[in-house]
T-cell receptor, first 112, second 112 residues
Framework: TQLLEQSPQFLSIQEGENLTVYCNSS?????LQWYRQEPGEGPVLLVT?????EVKKLKRLTFQFGDARKDSSLHITAAQPGDTGLYLC????????????FGKGTHLIIQP | ETGVTQSPTHLIKTRGQQVTLRCSSQ?????VSWYQQALGQGPQFIFQ???????GRGNFPPRFSGLQFPNYSSELNVNALELDDSALYLC???????????FGQGTRLTVV
């Protein structure tokens, strides 16, 4: 059974600070996706990484896929209150027949 | 806006009843997946349909079943509802198997 562990589970910081959240597994994934979810809504796709060592930037968000494709990180620079939400990582296997394996998420609160 | 819509948004059912949830996928996407998200957890994969046939299934009993139609719509059916079936049910549309998943807003099912 593939598992993804996210840390920290909860994070509350002040506006303007930087932060990093982590997604770790003992399994290898063919791709890893990061989502942000608001309460009562579906997850919104932020980025997909597929190559070991890959780094992608989305404005103030930087995503990295580990060299062995077992872990990933999300770094936010100068966090803003609009970044508040549940951040989920999800690992995919080739062909997709096993669906996505999600972590439990990191609840992020950015205080003004 | 992902182009994936789910109905209804909220639903209350009694234990033992049956329920049908509906999803309209993004045009051109031939793959649809369904997930169950309990409170405080990440989404759990139920099953995936590719070109109207079940392509993969997670660890859910047979009373969870589905259909995918040629017009990019799909259904999730749950028989003999149990209290633990209370959750947010998410539909995800993908251009093809193993590609990025785009989620709808979900259906909140409460079983009493």
């Amino acid at each position: 059974t593939q598992l993804l562990e996210q840390s920290p589970q909860f994070l509350s910081i002040q506006e303007g600070e930087n932060l990093t959240v982590y997604c770790n597994s003992s399994s290898v994934f063919s791709s890893l996706q990061w989502y942000r979810q608001e309460p009562g809504e579906g997850p919104v796709l932020l980025v997909t990484v597929v190559t070991g060592g890959e780094v992608k930037k989305l404005k103030r968000l930087t995503f990295q896929f580990g060299d062995a494709r077992k872990d990933s990180s999300l770094h936010i620079t100068a966090a803003q209150p609009g970044d508040t939400g549940l951040y989920l990582c999800a690992g995919g296997s080739g062909g997709g027949a096993d669906g996505l394996t999600f972590g439990k998420g990191t609840h992020l609160i950015i205080q003004p | 806006e992902t182009g994936v819509t789910q109905s209804p948004t909220h639903l209350i059912k009694t234990r033992g009843q049956q329920v049908t949830l509906r999803c309209s996928s993004q045009s051109g996407h031939n793959t649809v997946s369904w997930y169950q998200q309990a409170l405080g957890q990440g989404p759990q994969f139920i099953f995936q349909y590719y070109r109207e046939e079940e392509n993969g299934r997670g660890n859910f009993p047979p009373r969870f079943s589905g259909l995918q139609f040629p017009n990019y719509s799909s259904e999730l059916n749950v028989n003999a509802l149990e209290l633990d079936d209370s959750a947010l049910y998410l539909c995800a549309s993908s251009p093809d198997r193993g590609t990025e998943a785009f989620f709808g807003q979900g259906t909140r099912l409460t079983v009493v």
